[in-house]
């Protein structure tokens, strides 16, 4: 339903456009019914930069700092990265596969990829988040919801148990919820939700 969203073909219109060449077909068929929340920062704990646009259309100079090395020759991508400001940076086209899940499985589901949209937070994790992330997330997963079949909203930490711990106990799952008013079964049950926090600042 572009017709109000801005959503139209899979591409946001309010957001920035920053193409990157990390992405595939999806699966002929699949219904995209999972947001995957992500949090991101590079360096680690450094907001503000360019190096997540670079990491995501691989352009990123793995020699401009050590933790970089730890990374390198990473191909990955999002649908969509908000920052701290709220700003929205699209990379990939929502109705195209991004490469921000990683060996994954949600209600039984594996390769998330498949049938989801990545959402990357710029932020620390385990750290807090600001209230224009929480507004931008909330607009941006409603419109998605106008056009794909959601039925979940899940953190990495949540679809990859043991292997990542985005974005981690700083996030307010509860604030989502609530800003959405989605059904409570949207989203990861209680015994599974590491995050309760508050805002940044």
């Known amino acids: 339903m572009p017709s109000e969203s801005g959503l139209s073909r899979g591409t946001l219109g309010w957001a920035r456009q920053c193409a ?7 699966p002929a068929g699949t219904a995209i019914d999972l947001i995957v929340i992500h949090s991101i920062s590079l360096p680690p704990g450094v907001f503000g930069g360019d190096e997540i646009e670079r990491l995501f259309t691989n352009r990123l100079d793995w020699d401009a700092h050590p933790y970089f090395q730890q990374i390198r020759g990473a191909e990955v991508s999002a649908h969509f990265l908000i920052r701290r400001d709220g700003g929205v940076v699209q990379f990939v086209n929502m109705d195209d596969r991004a490469w921000h899940a990683g060996a994954s499985c949600w209600q039984g589901r594996e390769n998330c990829n498949d049938h989801s949209v990545g959402i990357e937070l710029e932020g620390l994790e ?6 224009a992330q929480y507004d931008s997330l909330t607009r941006l997963c409603t419109e998605i919801a106008e056009r794909y079949p959601i039925a979940w909203v899940a953190g990495h930490e949540h679809i990859a148990p043991g292997r990542k711990r985005d974005p981690g106990p700083g996030f307010d799952w509860s604030r989502l919820q609530q ?3 989605w059904a409570h079964a ?5 015994g599974n939700v590491t995050g309760s926090g508050g805002l940044a600042g």
Not at 126 to 131: D, H, R
Not at 186 to 190: G, I, K, L, N
């Open 20 to 26: 990157s060449p990390n992405f595939g077909v999806r």
């Open 186 to 190: 949207c989203f990861p049950q209680q």
């Open 179 to 181: 800003s959405l008013g």
């Open 126 to 131: 385990g750290g807090l988040f600001e209230k």
